[in-house]
Nanobody
Framework: QAKFVESGGGLVQPGGSLRLSCAST????????VAWFRQAPGKEREGVSC????????FYADSAKGRFTISRDLAKVTVYLQMDNLEPEDTAVYYC???????????????WGQGTQVTVSS
């Protein structure tokens, strides 16, 4: 049964860093592109970053450019999101999901993890 399990969230001060992990089972990362999404209380879900199944190329929302880095380990079947210089506006539950294509449409399929909480506060 294919699934994602997110981990690595926590409470950090502004300017701090976190590394999120999205471990997958039941499929290969060179078969499906995977994106990180986030949703803050009272806000719409938004795409953060995406890594392509075909060649590992990456895509970032404007809010993440220059601060976040997405990567994958094909052997471990895991996608990572390194988050640096975190801001209070980054506070949200972060999810990973399969997507149809890595572009700004953020069109997700049905496979999602349960999410990991990131809180940025002093």
């Amino acid at each position: 049964q294919a699934k994602f399990v997110e981990s690595g969230g926590g409470l950090v001060q502004p300017g701090g860093s976190l590394r999120l992990s999205c471990a997958s089972t039941g499929f290969a990362l060179d078969d499906y592109s995977v994106a990180w999404f986030r949703q803050a209380p009272g806000k719409e879900r938004e795409g953060v970053s995406c890594i392509s199944s075909s060649d590992g190329s990456t895509f970032y929302a404007d809010s993440a450019k220059g601060r976040f880095t997405i990567s994958r380990d094909l052997a471990k079947v895991t996608v990572y999101l390194q988050m640096d210089n975190l801001e209070p506006e980054d506070t949200a539950v972060y999810y990973c999901a399969t997507v149809s294509w890595c572009d700004d449409s953020w069109l997700a399929y049905d496979l999602w993890g349960q999410g990991t909480q990131v809180t940025v506060s002093s």
